[in-house]
């Protein structure tokens, strides 16, 4: 059973990397705005979770139709990639010979027992993080300092938290906070989990873990413009000195004030201009496209 779930996680694996890289370069491009970017990472992700999907003749996977075998589910074009095709039938999975079956029997072990082991790791290192909490102390609504905070962060998802060290209590929290709140309102904690649980399924894949980080970059660029829409484009050079002054964080769940790229961030607020109701059109627009192209399978 193992062996079998595994062959298909590897099936997805494969195919959700060529979603990756081509959403990776679509993401190159400035003018998309950065929230359009984030909806874009989660169609690789759900390459990633979904074995299945229907068939299209624009689907990109049509152009490996030499190298990819497509599985018919049933008879309403709903069918899975194959990327792997070392199996002489696929409904229950039956592979090509012993010693196949016998190394995805081992593999299939090595794969959830390490994806078992990260996961117990990370809520491990999550809660932890969470009962530091208890020497908080409250300062007002759901904003507290805590001596030991090495940045600024988010945590918690139901009701989060905005944690800052002490050393800010004397600084001009203003744009600090609204980034904080920022990432409350789009629930950003939530992406970070999901995202972190799908990449530890994947472990074995470093084009999941690239994806991860680039994904939680996005996540702060996007971050960044909604807050930059809320302060206002005036303040826009004040809150990118805010970013400059804030404090570091390398945690990966808690979403901190400055948890990624600082130059790159900052040139993105700097150059930051509110979308036009045609700009938006066509990022949603190219979102659907993309979708189409990269969820379908190959016909």
């Not at 079998?4 to 959403?23: A, D, G, H, P, Q």
């Not at 894949?205 to 996007?222: D, V």
């Amino acid at each position: 059973m193992i062996s079998e779930v595994f062959y298909w996680v590897l099936n997805m694996s494969i195919i959700s990397t060529l979603s990756f890289l081509v959403v990776f370069l679509i993401s190159r491009i400035k003018i998309i705005p950065k929230n359009i970017v984030c909806l874009l990472f989660v169609i690789p992700y759900l390459r990633m979770v979904i074995p299945f999907g229907f068939s299209s003749k624009f689907s990109l996977a049509n152009l490996l139709s030499n190298f990819v075998k497509t599985v018919k589910v049933d008879d309403l074009d709903f069918s899975a990639m194959n990327t792997v095709k070392l199996a002489e039938s696929y409904f229950p999975i039956s592979y090509k010979s012993n010693l196949i079956e016998n190394v995805f029997i081992v593999a299939g072990i090595v794969w959830i027992s390490v994806a078992l082991l990260l996961l117990v790791f990370f809520a491990v290192s999550y809660f932890y993080s969470m009962l530091r909490l208890n020497n908080a102390k409250h300062y007002r609504d759901n904003i507290y300092f805590l001596d030991s905070a090495e940045g600024v962060a988010v945590y918690g998802i139901i009701k989060p938290k905005i944690v800052l060290p002490v050393s800010y209590r004397d600084i001009d929290l203003t744009c600090i906070l609204a980034h904080e709140k920022s990432h409350i309102k789009r629930l950003d904690n939530l992406w970070r989990i999901i995202a972190l649980c799908i990449t530890v399924i994947h472990w074995f894949n470093p084009f999941a873990w690239i994806m991860l980080k680039t994904f939680l970059s996005q996540l702060e660029l996007a971050c960044d413009e909604k807050t930059v829409k809320e302060i206002g484009e005036e303040n826009r050079k004040k809150y990118a000195y805010a970013i400059l002054e804030a404090q570091e964080s390398r945690r990966i769940i808690p979403s901190s004030f400055s948890g990624s790229k600082t130059r790159k961030r900052i040139n993105n607020i700097l150059d930051f201009k509110t979308a036009t109701v045609f700009s938006t059109i066509c990022s949603v627009v190219l979102l659907i496209i993309m979708a189409v192209v990269l969820l379908t399978n190959a016909v």
